[in-house]
């Protein structure tokens, strides 16, 4: 368990071991991450819930840095992915092929 709680120090997503990637505290950290960037106004930095780079907000429904991610994916894609069962697993078939 204490790997765990450092993990969730770290950058959430890419590069992990593919069962690892949606493990349930992960997904907790990433629904956390999310509400926090909820509650920052427009034109203000927030941080994406997914990569934790820093971004400025244009309209305060703006949570992810829309940054792409090796040319396929943005954080926003992966956040939907991660948090919501069905496409969690339809993210795990694909992964596993590549
Ligand atoms: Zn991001």
């Not at 926090?36 to 780079?53: D, N, W």
């Not at 926003?76 to 596993?96: C, F, G, K, S």
Request: glycine fraction near 8%; charge should be positive.
């Amino acid at each position: 368990m204490g790997d765990e709680s450092e993990a969730l120090e770290d950058q959430i997503g890419w590069g992990q071991e593919i069962d690892e990637q949606f493990t349930h505290a992960r997904i907790q950290a990433l629904l956390t991450a999310y509400d926090a960037s909820g509650r920052i106004p427009a034109f203000c930095y927030a941080k994406c819930p997914v990569c934790g780079c820093t971004f400025t907000k244009k309209v305060k429904a703006q949570r992810f840095c829309g940054r792409k991610r090796r040319g396929q994916s943005t954080c926003r894609d992966y956040y939907h992915n991660a948090t919501h069962p069905a496409r969690r697993e339809r993210a795990m078939q694909v992964l596993r092929r590549q």
